[in-house]
Antibody
Framework: QVQLLESGPGLVKPSQTLSLTCTVS??????????WSWIRQHPGKGLEWIGY???????YYNPSLKSRLTISINTSKSQFSLRLDSVTAADTAVYYC???????????WGQGTLVTVSS | DIQMTQSPSSLSASVGDRVTITCRAS??????LNWYQQKPGKAPNVLIH???ILQSGVPSRFRGSGSGTDFTLTISGLQPEDFTTYYC?????????FGQGTKLEIK
């Protein structure tokens, strides 16, 4: 079955760029019908939809993050990535990558990776 | 954005009880509503999709219902492993917002 795994630094300094990569295994990232997504969860809080990318490169960004956010995809490596610029402590969260079925549910999810923004 | 309001935010119950969690959308989302269970330190797992369809492998004691703006998740015959946090999520319109969560605790 499809599995996703996040990777990237666990600590980022304020004003710098947060970069994470999600590696997809057990299935093709290029198969249509899914949105490859990023979702985050602030410590002890609820879930926030960051954005998604389709295999063709079409993206959707949450308007609250749009000015700082880039999501990209590398189908040859079966990876998609998140880049969040000019981070602050408010960006400290567990970041999940996941597969979203349009008009359906998020399944599966990666295990999540904690990113702390601190000097 | 579509706002999703879950209630209650926390709930105490005993093993064997039946509980109901509600989720209200700020506008109609037909049946594009999902329920997730999240255990501490883990990613959420989908329980119910499209308001009432049980995800494969999920026990039948979980039931979802509703349409439009009002939805419920009912858990019958609570088991010890059910005491954790539940989220609703709308998949009708991006950003695909989540409710704030309901923490189910043992009484």
């Amino acid at each position: 079955q499809v599995q996703l795994l996040e990777s990237g630094p666990g600590l980022v300094k304020p004003s710098q760029t947060l970069s994470l990569t999600c590696t997809v295994s057990g299935g093709s990232i290029s198969s249509g019908g899914y949105y490859w997504s990023w979702i985050r969860q602030h410590p002890g809080k609820g879930l926030e939809w960051i954005g998604y990318i389709y295999y063709s490169g079409t993206t959707y960004y949450n308007p609250s993050l749009k000015s700082r956010l880039t999501i990209s995809i590398n189908t040859s490596k079966s990876q998609f990535s998140l880049r969040l610029d000019s981070v602050t402590a408010a960006d400290t969260a567990v970041y999940y990558c996941a597969r979203f079925h349009p008009l359906g549910s998020v399944d599966p999810w990666g295990q999540g990776t904690l990113v702390t923004v601190s000097s | 954005d579509i706002q999703m309001t879950q209630s209650p935010s926390s709930l105490s119950a005993s093993v064997g009880d039946r509980v109901t969690i509600t989720c209200r959308a700020s506008q109609s989302i037909p049946s594009y509503l999902n329920w997730y269970q999240q255990k501490p330190g883990k990613a959420p797992n989908v329980l119910i999709h499209d308001a009432s369809i049980l995800q494969s492998g999920v026990p039948s004691r979980f039931r979802g219902s509703g349409s439009g703006t009002d939805f419920t998740l009912t858990i019958s015959g609570l088991q010890p492993e059910d005491f954790t946090t539940y989220y609703c999520q709308q998949s009708f319109s991006p950003p695909y917002t989540f409710g704030q969560g309901t923490k189910l605790e043992i009484k």
